[in-house]
């Protein structure tokens, strides 16, 4: 990973006009994500939203393009929470990172709900020439830095890709939220990926 990548941004000033601007596309996201999880994303139209945000139709519109932008604005927001994850686990042993890692972020994510998850799982494929999962993702980025450091440290194979081991990871959270998606437990979240993660991560180590 480029160390450009995990440094902490500069600071920027913001306008009272631009804080404003944030505050209000926060207030729609946030109304949106509350719809989604009641009603489901299929059944929440754009009316539901700006009601419960309090915000007319137009504003709606400054601030997403669609519906869909709100899944897409959720991605982008878990990559944020990617990089403060691996900034909090990096320098510890290999199986510290790939579990801690998971449980920082997987707590941000069972935060927003299981119909914002759900929505997110079911709209992979709606977003044409975008992949959500792609290599230069922060979230596959912080697991070849979690993967090169289990090979600095010596308990991964290091004749092996780096993306070998990180797909393996990756594919395993994956299929844990879409597990979860489908629970009728009342499971947590964060307990069923840091289980499984650390399950995997021992699995891949010498």
């Known amino acids: 990973m480029e160390d450009g990548q995990m440094k902490k941004k500069r600071t920027v000033r913001l306008t009272k006009r631009q804080l404003q601007a944030m505050e209000t596309k926060n207030r729609i996201y946030q109304a949106a994500v509350r719809e989604i999880n009641e009603k ?13 945000a309090k915000v007319a ?18 991605f982008e ?12 686990v990096e320098g510890k042993s290999f199986l510290y990172m790939a579990t801690y890692f998971v449980r920082f972020c997987y707590t941000e994510y069972e935060k927003r709900g299981k119909g914002i998850v759900k929505a997110m799982i079911s709209n992979y494929f709606n977003f044409p020439g975008k992949n959500f999962y792609s290599r230069d993702r922060m979230l596959y980025q912080c697991l070849m830095k979690i993967v090169e450091d289990g090979k600095k440290q010596q308990v991964l194979d290091a004749s092996l890709p780096t993306e070998y ?16 998606c489908f629970d009728e437990q009342g499971r947590s979240l964060v307990d069923m990926i840091e289980d499984i993660i650390r399950i995997t991560a021992l699995g891949l180590m010498k």
């Open 77 to 88: 927001q878990s990559d944020k929470i990617y990089e403060k994850a691996i900034q909090w």
């Open 57 to 74: 139709k137009g504003t709606f519109y400054t601030h997403f393009e669609s519906k869909e932008a709100i899944i897409a604005y959720t």
């Open 40 to 52: 489901g994303f299929n059944h929440v139209n754009i009316e539901d939203i700006t009601r419960e």
């Open 165 to 180: 081991y990180a797909d393996i990871l990756l594919s395993t959270m994956v299929g844990v939220e879409a597990m979860w």
